[in-house]
């Protein structure tokens, strides 16, 4: 993952996981070769006495090969005589003249005096494609805080030189050319309750509330630290080859039209195939495709697939199961695509090979201009933007018209969830499967170079009628999301869905007491009467719950796509 700024990092770092110290590390160090520094920790009177917490001890267990240095000589001395590889050495000035897959900083930089130093240490015996994993206290925890109210002290190391809140650690990462990718917070190994006669019980209770509330206000924490990439063009070296799956319902001028935006791609044209799905459609859209490849002579390879279930997921999750990308784009029909959209999306993985999708920047073209409120609501028409430079983020939203995503993910999380089928909105599709991204740790990236550009008509979409009927969609998805997905999990949180209408509900009132946008109350209370009617049919209407709760669109090992209809060999012209 890449953080845009310390600020995007420090609110990702607040919601980020709370693990064990002891399975942070086992988790990266396993198999590999290992640089540990500072390995005697407190001292060996520590280690000896808690043998099952010495970091060190650890790593030997479950690294493949390791290293170990500290600058403390007779301790050093005493663990080579033990059988331990380790040197006597400076860390900030260490030169072994090798590289390591993983380096270990444990509670180590809150001792040295230069961190700069450190961390070029780090980054001079850390392999292109290693880690080096960073743990220390965290200032601001909520135990120091009531440490220092009801006992007038907290426990500090005598040895540490300083205080690293995570925001300033971003800082000092970055200006040594390096990048965190994760974050976690550690449950610590030391108590930090307070031992007030009176008021501890209640201060630790009260403490505790807070770190679960709020990860910000947690004991220690690590961080997951890789060099940073060079910016490497998609032209220099091999290039991925890409599907685009483009899913149609009877607008087969339309759907013409983005295809040929697709075959105007500044990308190699041996590198991608293009992939029509039509969704059931009650048109000619099929003779009309035909009819335009008789009289055009296509660059690239298309596939067209005839895929009868209706249903947006169905044919996203047919066209993948027939793809052979590694990469797979899905965009829209009623879309036209820059001429560098695939290769300014592969260029996103190429120079962040954790990413496990990439979206792009979106706009809207409208057929003429519409009235100034509709410009408002561009953001429920597909609209999408986020900043002028590349984002990698965790929990980034993309959505469905330009995203794209690794083959291997896409399978491994079942896929999109159901969205549109037929007549009904019954799911979240692309919004559940970045959530799905977010719960595996994924990374997702946007890239503002490139657009695509969602086709609309004044007369359809620029009515309220249109911009209500996207409202109640998102009220279904949300509801979705709070009753479905989390039964699926076996997790769900009826406070969490009294909690949403609660929220909606005082949403639309203040509506009617201040004033907003045109129309915005009426569309908030669309929004709320969508979640309250899709989660009372959920809870009541069985026949829908059984429908819902289907799983035959999961995109997995045993989903049956439909065959290719017929196919169009590219001619490389």
């Not at 503002?448 to 998102?474: A, C, Y």
Request: aromatic share 12%.
């Amino acid at each position: 993952m890449r953080f845009r700024d310390p600020i995007n990092f420090v609110r990702w770092a607040r919601k980020a996981q709370c693990v064990p110290k002891t399975e942070f590390i086992r988790k990266f160090v396993t198999g590999k070769d290992v640089l540990d520094l500072g390995v005697v920790a407190h001292s060996l009177d520590y280690m000896k006495k808690t043998p099952d917490k010495w970091l060190h001890g650890l790593i030997c267990e479950h690294a493949g090969k390791v290293v170990g240095v500290d600058i403390l000589k007779s301790e050093i001395s005493e663990l080579q005589e033990m059988g331990y590889n380790v040197i006597n050495d400076d860390v900030l000035t260490l030169d072994l003249d090798r590289q390591f897959d993983v380096i270990v900083c444990g509670d180590l930089i809150e001792h040295v005096w230069n961190h700069d130093a450190l961390l070029h240490s780090i980054s001079r015996h850390l392999l292109d494609d290693g880690v080096a994993l960073i743990t220390t206290p965290n200032p601001f925890s909520a135990n120091r805080f009531f440490n220092i109210l009801f006992d007038g002290w907290t426990a500090i190391n005598t040895e540490h030189t300083c205080w690293l809140c995570p925001q300033t650690v971003f800082q000092l990462v970055e200006r040594a050319g390096l990048r965190i990718v994760d974050f976690y917070w550690i449950s610590t190994d030391f108590p930090m309750s307070t031992k007030n006669r009176y008021w501890g019980g209640i201060a630790n209770r009260i403490a505790s509330a807070l770190q679960k509330k709020n990860g910000l206000l947690r004991t220690d924490y690590g961080i997951v630290v890789k060099k940073k990439i060079p910016h490497v063009s998609y032209e220099d070296g091999a290039l991925p080859f890409v599907s685009v799956v483009l899913p149609t319902y009877n607008r087969p001028s339309y759907a013409i039209s983005a295809v040929e935006s697709l075959f105007m791609q500044d990308y190699p044209r041996e590198k991608y195939e293009v992939l029509i799905v039509d969704n059931g459609t009650s048109d000619e859209t099929e003779m009309c495709v035909r009819a335009f490849f008789r009289d055009y002579l296509s660059p690239v390879t298309v596939k067209y697939i005839r895929e009868q279930r209706r249903g947006l997921v169905y044919a996203r999750h047919t066209g993948a199961a027939q793809a052979a990308g590694e990469i797979i784009l899905f965009g829209d029909d009623d879309a036209r695509y820059e001429p560098n959209w695939i290769s300014a999306i592969a260029d996103v993985y190429r120079q962040n090979p954790e990413v496990g999708a990439v979206g792009t920047k979106i706009e809207i073209e409208w057929d003429q201009t519409p009235e100034t409120w509709v410009l408002h609501y561009e953001g429920v028409l597909g609209r999408l933007t986020y900043d002028t430079e590349t984002v990698i983020d965790m929990g980034l939203q993309i959505y469905g018209g330009s995203f794209s995503i690794r083959e291997k993910v896409l399978r491994d999380l079942n896929g999109f969830n159901p969205g549109q089928m037929g007549e009904y909105i019954l799911g979240d599709s692309e919004t559940g499967l970045c959530d799905k991204l977010a719960k595996a740790r994924i990374p997702v990236g946007w890239t503002p170079h490139t657009i695509m550009w969602h086709k609309q008509e004044v007369s359809k979409q620029g009515t309220l009628t249109d911009i209500k009927r996207r409202f109640w969609n998102n009220g279904i998805c949300l509801a979705y999301r709070d009753n479905v997905a989390s039964e699926m999990r076996g997790l769900v949180d009826r406070f969490q869905i009294l909690k949403r209408i609660v929220s909606l509900l005082k949403r639309t009132v203040k509506g009617l007491i201040y004033r907003q946008k045109p129309y915005q109350t009426m569309l908030d209370y669309t929004l709320f009467t969508a979640y309250l009617w899709y989660t009372l049919r959920f809870h009541f209407d069985f026949k829908l719950r059984k429908k819902i709760l289907s799983q035959d669109w999961a995109y997995n090992k045993d989903y049956i796509p439909s065959p290719v209809t017929f196919s169009v060999n590219g001619k490389g012209k």
